[in-house]
Structures are given as C-alpha cells and as structure tokens.
C-alpha cells in the first residue's frame, strides 16, 4: 500500500526539541520531493519545510527557519524534522507530504499521512 | 509571499447543487494552483492540481479552472460526502508555499 506514516509527536515545553519521522511504503521514496506541512488546531494547512530528491535543495518557512531541520534517509524510506527551540505557536498537527510528480518544484501533494500532534505547553 | 484569498467563507447548498468555490491570488501563480478536500481528523485530500488536473481517483464531479489570479473548483452535483472544508494552494512562487484561508461547505 502507497502511505506515509509520521510519529514522533507529543508534548514539550517551550525551548524543547523533538525530532519527528515520516515512514514511506508502497512506492520509490528516492525519486520523490516531500514536505512538512502543520495545521494548527482550528486553522488552514501551512507549510514549513521541502526537500528535494537527494536531498540537493531545502526549503523553510521563515516562521521556523533556523529552528527546524528536514532531512530524509532514502535507505530507510525515512523523511525527518527536527526541531529545537520550540514555541507555543508551534502547536499543531505536522503532516509528511509526497510532491505528485516525483522531485518537482511546482507541484501539489498527492499524498498525506495520518498525522502526528505536537504541543507545546508549560 | 502570495496571499490566497477564498470565497465565500461559508457555503450552504442542498446535495444535488452545483458548488462553486473560488479562490484569488495576490499575484499571478500561472497555473499552478491546486484544491484539497478536508473532512474532520483526516489529512488533507488533492482534488485538483495544476488548474485543472483531476487527481487520480477523483470523482469527474469534481473540476477546476482558471489561471493567473482567479480559480474556481465547482462540483457539478454535490454528494452528502462532499460537505468539508476546501482550501486552494500555490506553488508558483515560494518560499512560502502557501494555502487559502478555506471555505466550508454546509448542507443547507
């Protein structure tokens, strides 16, 4: 079966870090660009990181630039966000995301995972 | 950064009615501009992309138009699940990569 699937998520305090995974099945993860996206509880998606195919280019929202890390291991079919100095306004859903036409720089996301929830309280 | 403006906010129609869905960009994305269904506690799902591109698996119901700064998804004859929450997205210039604000469709 064609999927991703995050985990990774739970609960950490303002200026913690975790590192979240994003496990792909069912088709070739190498030739593939993917994206974090993150939807806050009660809003609209919003996207936050890219990485190519071969990890050649990376891309972040400015609102986590510096903070966030996205990285992949296409041995393990594996795509990672790691994030340090986490803030209250970096609760939300994070969700993996496949470009839908292989590495592309134009394209829209044809498949999501499931989800994993991050939240960050004191 | 490109600004994505949706309207209307709400729409309330009864199953059998056409929708019409817009979605307006701040400045020309060309054609890449894609439409996502979202229901409670699911992902986002890809309708349309590039404009006009159904997805795979995407009922023919389902259609998208336009380019530059105007768009449209339109749902010829709504089915009971196809009441959510739609959001328009670019990928024409970025960074950012960003999404509309969403219109929810009700039944009326």
């Known amino acids: 079966e064609v999927q991703l699937v995050e985990s990774g998520g739970g609960l950490v305090k303002p200026g913690g870090s975790l590192r979240l995974s994003c496990a792909a099945s069912?088709?070739?993860?190498?030739?593939?660009?993917l994206n974090w996206v993150r939807q806050a509880p009660g809003k609209g998606p919003e996207w936050v990181a890219y990485?190519?195919?071969?990890?050649?280019?990376?891309y972040y929202a400015d609102s986590v630039k510096g903070r966030f890390t996205i990285s992949r291991d296409d041995a393990k079919d594996s795509l990672y966000l790691q994030m340090n100095n986490l803030r209250v306004e970096d609760t939300a859903i994070y969700y993996c995301?496949?470009?839908?036409?292989?590495?592309?720089?134009?394209?829209?996301?044809?498949?999501w995972g499931p989800g994993t929830m991050v939240t960050v309280s004191s | 950064e490109i600004v994505l403006t949706q309207s209307p906010a709400t729409l309330s129609l009864s199953p059998g009615e056409r929708a019409t869905l817009s979605c307006r960009a701040s400045?020309?994305?060309?054609?890449?501009l894609a439409w996502y269904q979202q229901k409670p506690g699911q992902a986002p799902r890809l309708l349309t992309y590039?404009?006009?591109n159904r997805a795979t698996g995407i009922p023919a119901r389902f259609s998208g138009s336009g380019s530059g700064t105007d768009f449209t998804l339109t749902i010829s004859s709504l089915e009971p699940e196809d009441f959510a929450l739609y959001y328009c997205?670019?990928?024409?210039?970025?960074?950012?990569?960003?999404f509309g604000q969403g219109t929810r469709l009700e039944i009326k």
């Open positions: 995301a496949r470009d839908v036409n292989g590495d592309c720089y134009t394209c829209a996301f044809d498949l």
């Open positions: 069912g088709f070739t993860f190498s030739t593939y660009s």
């Open positions: 990485i190519s195919s071969g990890s050649t280019y990376t």
């Open positions: 400045q020309s994305v060309r054609t890449y």
């Open positions: 590039d404009a006009s």
């Open positions: 997205h670019q990928r024409s210039s970025w960074p950012p990569i960003t």
